[in-house]
């Protein structure tokens, strides 16, 4: 018995060593090559040192992906900041405007009421100067055209 136990102990362990060896072909290749998902997109990596990179690929991405976001999203409030202030200081320059526009039209008015009334005073003006003075001495005269001058007052 000695020697058939022998025999099954030298087969059985040769046949152990043969499924050991089965088992490293077949998890060799599952250790080296593996489906890796990023983002939802499956990408094959062949050995364990490339699966830490493309994580660490991955986790740079996505941190990359989160601060462009947040950048965008402090755009976005800028932009709504501006605009409002835009709008502000348009509707504030269209008041100025007017404003503007008003007191243009009220110095018109009173340059033009300034203008008929100069007018009015050089016709008198001219109208006292067109005729010479009368009187037969210099009180007179003088007398005369205050009295021409105190006439055109209103």
């Not at 000695?2 to 046949?15: E, N, P, Q, R, S």
């Not at 269209?94 to 503007?100: F, N, P, Q």
């Not at 003075?133 to 007179?140: F, H, R, T």
Request: aromatic share 4%; proline share 3%; with cysteine.
């Amino acid at each position: 018995m000695d020697i058939v136990t022998a025999f099954l102990a030298k087969k059985a362990g040769a046949l152990l060593a043969c499924a050991l060896a089965i088992a490293a072909i077949i998890a060799v290749p599952a250790a080296l090559y593996l489906d890796v998902e990023l983002n939802g997109l499956t990408v094959p990596l062949v050995g364990w040192h490339l699966i830490d990179g493309a994580r660490k690929e991955r986790d740079d991405a996505i941190a990359a992906r989160d601060a462009a976001l947040r950048n965008y999203a402090q755009c976005q409030a800028n932009e709504k900041t501006l605009t409002a202030e835009i709008a502000d200081t348009n509707k504030r320059l269209k008041a100025l405007s007017d404003e503007d526009a008003k007191r243009l039209k009220d110095a018109a008015a009173q340059l033009a009421a300034a203008q008929k009334q100069t007018a009015a005073a050089l016709a008198k003006l001219k109208a006292i100067m067109a005729a010479p003075p009368a009187g037969k001495d210099l009180g007179a005269r003088v007398q005369d055209v205050d009295h021409r001058f105190l006439e055109t007052l209103p």
